[in-house]
């Protein structure tokens, strides 16, 4: 009874959204077509929310029950398993629920745009892909909706391919470092997107692989017995196999040094990089190590001789997460670019996540829980602020921070959820973040008093520093002290408003559970100790003075700008790379092909034609006296030859009497 | 024979009277009868692929060392005869226009041409389809040299720039291929005293030199780097429906020989696994690189195949995992070069010649559909979302079965993966060269619906191929076929059904 019911459910939840923008995609001749059919691909998404609340509700939660299988290619193991364990059932109702809203909004922000159809079967793809993601406890199957991910994002980041609006672009028009110039249209900016994420996605499908063959041909995540599958391969295998996988996830989650392509996604819709950044694509590589890390249990492997790869594996993964999430605070500290300061501030919570997760290694359990919640309050607090951003830039005309108190009176709806966003996000006390920052903050002092690692707690309290002035900067350049905006176009925008609202009140929902679940009593106890209420003030304080203070003249110059051009890191992806790329294939071109072609095509093979058919005419000369001299010729060759053979012959037997 | 074998045997005899009986006909309804005639053949594939478990239909014998000669319908030749039949099909619907246009921009009488036309491309594609399905080697060569001199035919007559020189070229680097694979195949008769596939899978011996001999032949038309310089003139200067069916299918079937090959006699390959290997690795990510620097669309397609060709030939030294791979990539290849080979051919007949990319760019705006279809065709060369998936996902495999995954294994492991994520670096880099930024004009053109709808049709089939049921049923069949042809032999270590066995 429950099997059926069971497949329904996940049928309506993954293909309605699909289903329901092929109307509009097919429908993209028609204008009149394309103003209505939006509304049923938010349906659809619609159905999505309820399909996946129904799994919250109604499905198991423990194994074996929470796990549903259907025959895919069973004699190779690869089946279509899905899974509605604790983290897929809360990560789903999580992704659909922010997919959902931010479609809410932009039937507004997309209105009028030139090509609906594309956006709006990207948008539900990328939903649906998501939900994939989310739900699959099969690898391949797991891979399939991650390479949804890919071609989705690719599709709306370079939505606006026409490149014809600088509204569209990332970068300042001009801004020159040395052969570069730090300005990307949309259409690169898909390209760049699909071509990082690519160079992780290989990788990890043969990680994927090798776990097919070294599990026994099993691929569900769930099923493996992962520590006999390190065990098998060793120390070097594990740390190959691992780090493979990882770059999967770390490039999609954008950490560095994988971080470009996500500042440049920001060439996309907003609502684009609003789901891009909460719920989906970066969510997707953590949510993927965290639901791994899970069932891999490395704290049970901590010390297991064999599984030193594992170790340092986790240890590697620790660092990457902690450098991304200082980098990605850093950067945004020196960025102007509303969506680009908020997308640096994203690589940087991942980083937390990430590192989080990996601090399970030698904490436990408690971190992976840890690392999971910071990814649900993030995720509805920074699609709100995208949203929040979004509308800025339809009501300035201007993707650059801009707007004074007086711009904030008349927008006062963007504000009060620009002030509840960044509050709540930041970890001071006692807002949602708090809580989980809290548990967070145990994790890496757990590292420091039992392991002495002092890095790890130093560097996430810095990060929380920092991230905590980013927030405050968004805020202030935005509605206290920023410039007076040249353009004011503030009509109309009902369901944007609606959109954002949505989504910032559910941070008091997850502030409820908290609370009142039994998994998270444990942040509760974590925000009550000393430390955490040091570092939540600390937040505090530094969110304040960035407010009341979003550029300090001193540092505008020299970090500033350091800041400000991301480290310089946009010279690996646009200047090293790339030479390195077009070497490569001048190299080939100009030397490879033309060689083969013009020395085959063009002199050896017709040379040799040529030579012979030379030949043979010159032999043909019809006179009896040259014909014999051939023959007598071969007679002689012959009879050398014979000789020859008759000699050695004789030669051999002689020997051999 | 049952009336099922005597269906799919009827369906397979369609195309060969087609061929003779379309030219009879006005353009439009020789071109149904063309598409009917594929795509007929087609669904009898698909539903032999669910309910027909293998079989043969006996022709006629032969005395050694020739043997007999019969129809196979496994599921290799299903796998490579549906992928024959629905590009063929397609490809005959989208050829109505572009060929009209191109006789007529040749100055010749349309109806007239166009039953000549008909004619060669029914024969070739037909001979094609019959190629998969030969149980002989000496008849799977008859249908090779068929498609040779047909596709030569239709270069030299219909074909772009200095097509004679270009027929020519084809001509004499595929007749030599054929001739050096002929005196394998020989060589084969004359140690096994038969040429007849299923005698020869049941304990046939290749001998060294017999499959240098066939490898040397097929590398050729492959072709992989060194022998593939007469590809990128051949694909490029051919109009463009032959070009959509010489890349995508052609090529590809000295794969399908390769395969048939190494099925009778794996040896050679596990011997000289390493070179082979590193050739076709480093023939790959040659052809990639080239990609970057074409500026004619159809030669950039072309030198696209030679790297796709290189996947081929790794797919062939994995074991059977790798085996398997091959197959899909085979099919993937196929459904992503013949739509963007047709794409190339819309830009074409839209854009009045147009094949200069530097003079492209921004082209979305005046062609959506076709843009649409390109991006959709390059998902299947990079092998994402698409059959083509599976195609990496068994290469992958066939890698780990056969390297494992230890340090000394690093450098293999990186190549492979260096190879694949080259297909969609330079595809998505073309499709923004070509198809976005500034547009030149914004002006949305009207196309025939034959220029598009065709290659979306074969789209979608490749995404269904990767679900189930189509992929349940094909690759378990597959699974089968290699398991008992390399499992038997003890090659590469894994039998595959011991896999199988695991599985819960």
């Known amino acids: 009874m429950i099997e059926i019911d069971a497949w329904v459910v996940f049928l309506l939840l993954f293909l309605t959204p699909v289903v329901s923008s092929v109307p509009i995609a097919l429908a993209y001749k028609s204008k009149g077509w394309t103003e209505k059919l939006p509304v049923l691909s938010v349906l659809g998404i619609g159905v999505s929310v309820l399909a996946s609340l129904y799994i919250f509700f109604t499905f198991p939660q423990e194994l074996p029950e929470c796990q549903f299988s259907y025959n895919w290619i069973p004699d190779l193991g690869i089946n279509i398993v899905l899974i509605t364990d604790y983290l897929s059932r809360f990560m789903g109702v999580v992704t659909a629920v922010i997919a959902f809203f931010i479609a809410i909004y932009g039937l507004d922000y997309m209105k009028g745009d030139y090509r609906p159809s594309w956006y709006w079967f990207f948008f539900n793809l990328f939903t649906a892909s998501m939900l994939l993601v989310v739900y699959s406890d099969n690898l391949f199957l797991l891979f399939v909706g991650w390479e949804g991910l890919g071609a989705a994002s690719w599709g709306l980041i370079g939505h606006w391919f026409r490149d014809d609006d600088d509204i569209a672009y990332v970068g300042k028009a001009g801004r020159k470092v040395g052969p570069l110039e730090l300005s990307w249209p949309p259409s690169f900016g898909g390209w760049r997107a699909i071509s990082t994420i690519r160079f992780g996605d290989v990788p990890m499908f043969f990680a994927i692989a090798a776990i097919w063959v070294l599990a026994g041909g099993n691929l569900n995540i769930s099923q493996i017995d992962w520590e006999s599958l390190f065990l098998g391969i060793g120390t070097a295998g594990t740390i190959i196999l691992m780090l493979c996988l990882l770059m999967g996830l770390f490039t999609k989650s954008a950490q560095v040094p994988f971080s470009e392509w996500l500042m440049t996604a920001m060439t996309g819709p907003t609502t684009v990089s609003a789901l891009l950044h909460s719920a989906t694509m970066v969510a997707a590589g953590a949510f993927v190590f965290i639901k791994l890390t899970w069932y891999i249990e490395p704290w049970h492997l901590r010390g297991v001789p064999g599984l030193e790869g594992v170790e340092y594996v986790y240890l590697f993964v620790l660092f990457v997460g902690l450098i991304s999430g200082l980098y990605g605070a850093l950067v945004g500290s020196g960025m102007l670019e509303r969506k680009v300061l908020l997308a640096a501030s994203t690589m940087s919570s991942i980083g937390l996540m990430f590192a989080a997760a990996a601090a399970s290694l030698w904490v436990g359990h408690f971190a992976v829980l840890v690392a999971f919640w910071y990814m649900a309050v993030h995720a509805f607090a920074k699609a709100s602020l995208f949203l929040v951003a979004g509308h800025l830039i339809h009501a300035t005309h201007s993707r650059f921070s801009c707007g004074g108190l007086e711009f904030a009176k008349r927008m006062k709806p963007a504000l009060v959820v620009t002030v509840v966003a960044t509050t709540f996000l930041v970890g001071m006390p006692p807002l949602t973040a708090y809580w989980v920052k809290s548990g967070m903050d145990e994790v890496m002092e757990h590292l420091l008093h039992d392991y002495h690692m002092v890095l790890p707690l130093l560097l996430l309290i810095l990060t929380s520093l920092v991230y905590s002035a980013v927030m405050a900067r968004f805020l202030s350049l935005n509605f206290i002290k920023g410039e007076k905006p040249e353009h004011e176009h503030l009509e109309g925008g009902g369901l944007m408003k609606l959109g954002y609202s949505l989504m910032v009140s559910v941070l008091l929902v997850l502030l409820f559970l908290i609370f009142t679940s039994k998994e998270t009593a444990e942040f509760v106890e974590a925000g009550l100790a000393p430390v955490s209420f040091v570092v939540g003030l600390g937040a505090l304080g530094a969110y304040l003075v960035a407010a009341k203070v979003p550029r300090l003249k001193a540092l505008s110059k020299v970090p500033g700008t350091f800041f400000s051009d991301r480290m310089y890191l946009p010279f690996l992806n646009d200047y090293i790379l790339p030479k390195i790329g077009f070497f490569a294939a001048h190299f080939v071109q100009n030397y490879g092909n033309r060689g083969i072609d013009g020395f085959f095509n063009t002199k050896v093979v017709p040379g040799l034609f040529r030579g012979i058919s030379k030949g043979i005419r010159a032999v043909q000369t019809g006179y009896l006296k040259t014909y014999v001299k051939i023959v007598l010729g071969f007679v002689m060759l012959f009879l050398i030859f014979a000789s020859l053979g008759l000699g050695v012959g004789l030669g051999l037997g002689g020997a051999g009497l | ?504």
């Open chain 2, 1 to 504: 024979m049952d009336t099922l074998s005597n269906l799919l045997f009827l369906c397979l005899l369609l195309p060969l009277v087609v061929a003779f009986v379309a030219p009879l006909f006005s353009p439009k309804r020789a071109t149904y009868l063309s598409f009917l005639a594929f795509i007929l053949p087609f669904f009898a594939i698909i539903y032999s692929v669910f309910k027909v478990a293998p079989f043969e239909i006996p022709l006629t014998t032969f005395s050694p060392p020739i043997g007999e000669f019969y129809l196979h319908f496994d599921f290799i030749s299903y796998a490579f005869g549906l992928t024959i039949c629905i590009v063929s099909a397609m490809i005959a619907l989208f050829a109505l226009p572009y060929m009209k246009h191109r006789f007529e921009e040749m100055g010749r009488e349309v109806e007239s041409e166009f039953r000549k036309y008909i004619f060669l491309y029914d024969l070739y594609a037909a001979s094609m389809l019959w190629l998969v399905f030969s149980g002989n080697f000496v008849l799977l060569y008859v249908f090779l040299e068929i498609t040779l001199i047909t596709a030569f035919l239709l270069i030299y007559t219909y074909g772009y720039g200095n097509r004679k020189w270009v027929g020519m070229l084809y001509l004499i680097w595929c007749a030599v291929a054929g001739v050096l694979t002929l005196a394998g195949i020989v060589l084969v008769a004359f140690e096994n005293d038969t040429l007849a596939l299923n005698v020869l899978m049941a304990g046939g011996k290749v001998s060294t030199l017999a499959w240098a001999f066939i490898f040397a032949g097929m590398i050729i038309e492959l072709p992989v780097l060194g022998p593939h310089i007469w590809l990128p003139w051949a694909h490029a200067e051919a109009p463009t429906p032959v070009s959509a069916l010489l890349s995508p299918l052609t090529v590809g079937l000295a794969g399908y020989v390769l395969l048939r090959t190494a099925l009778i006699d794996y040896s050679f390959i596990e011997t000289y696994r390493i070179p082979i290997l590193a050739y076709a690795i480093f023939s790959s990510i040659y052809g990639g690189f080239s990609v970057f620097k074409q500026t004619d669309f159809k030669r950039l397609l072309a030198y696209s195949t030679v790297s796709q060709m290189g996947y081929i030939l790794v797919a062939l030294c994995l074991g059977p995992f790798g085996l398997i791979g091959l197959v899909i990539q085979y099919m993937s290849h196929a459904f992503g070069k013949s739509i963007l080979f047709s794409s190339a051919g819309g830009i074409i007949a839209v854009h009045h010649g147009l094949r200069d990319i530097n003079k492209m760019g921004g082209l979305h705006d005046s062609i959506p559909a076709i843009s649409n279809a390109a991006v959709l065709g390059f998902l299947n060369l990079g092998g994402m979302l698409t059959v083509g998936m599976l195609g990496e996902f068994f290469i992958l495999r066939g890698v780990v079965e056969t390297f494992g995954v230890t340090k000394s294994s690093l450098g293999i492991i990186l190549a492979v993966i260096f190879m694949f994520i080259l297909s969609v670096w330079y595809g998505f880099y073309t499709i923004r060269k070509v198809f976005y930024g500034k547009p030149r004009s914004t002006k949305r053109l009207e196309i025939s619906r034959y220029l598009y709808v065709p290659l979306y049709i074969i789209g979608i089939v490749s995404v269904l191929l990767l679900f189930p049921p189509l992929s349940t049923v094909l690759i378990q069949g597959l699974n089968l076929i290699s398991g008992l042809g390399l499992g038997g032999l003890g090659v590469g270590g894994v039998g595959v059904g011991g896999v199988g066995g695991v599985v819960p």
